[in-house]
C-alpha cells in the first residue's frame, strides 16, 4: 500500500523559513515525480513545486526564488525548503505522487505565518 506523509509545519513569522519534508513508502521513490500543493479554505489546491526522479524541478509562479524542493532517494522523502514566507504562504502544505495510475496524497501539514 502506497503511503504519503507530511511533517515539518508550524508557525513563524514573516521573513522566517521552514523546512517540510514528505516520507513515502509503498513505491519505487527513486522513479516517481513528487509534488506539494498548498490550500486555504475556500480555495482551490494549487501546486507549489514539483521534483521529477531525474530532478527536475519546477515551481509555481508565486514561489518566486524563495523555495527550494529537493528529494533523498534513500530515505525515500522530498523536501520543502521554505525561505522569506510571507503570511499569504499560510496554508496546508500536501505531497502527492502518482503510482500505478492513483495518486496518492498525504493528509497535509499546517503552516502559518504571521504578519
Known amino acids: 500500500q502506497v503511503y504519503v506523509a507530511e511533517s515539518g509545519g508550524g508557525f513563524v513569522q514573516s521573513g522566517g523559513s521552514l523546512r517540510l519534508s514528505c516520507a513515502a513508502s509503498?513505491?519505487?521513490?527513486?522513479?516517481?515525480?513528487m509534488n506539494w500543493y498548498r490550500q486555504t479554505p475556500g480555495k482551490q489546491r494549487e501546486l507549489v513545486a514539483t521534483?521529477?526522479?531525474?530532478?527536475?524541478?519546477n515551481y509555481g509562479d508565486f514561489v518566486k526564488g524563495r523555495f527550494t524542493i529537493s528529494r533523498d532517494n534513500v530515505r525515500r522523502t522530498v523536501f520543502l525548503e521554505m525561505n522569506n514566507l510571507k503570511s499569504e504562504d499560510s496554508a496546508t502544505y500536501f505531497c502527492n505522487t502518482l503510482a500505478r495510475g492513483t495518486t496518492y496524497w498525504g493528509r497535509g501539514t499546517q503552516v502559518t505565518v504571521s504578519s
Open positions: 509503498g513505491i519505487n521513490f527513486r522513479l516517481h515525480t
Open positions: 521534483i521529477t526522479s531525474e530532478g527536475t524541478t
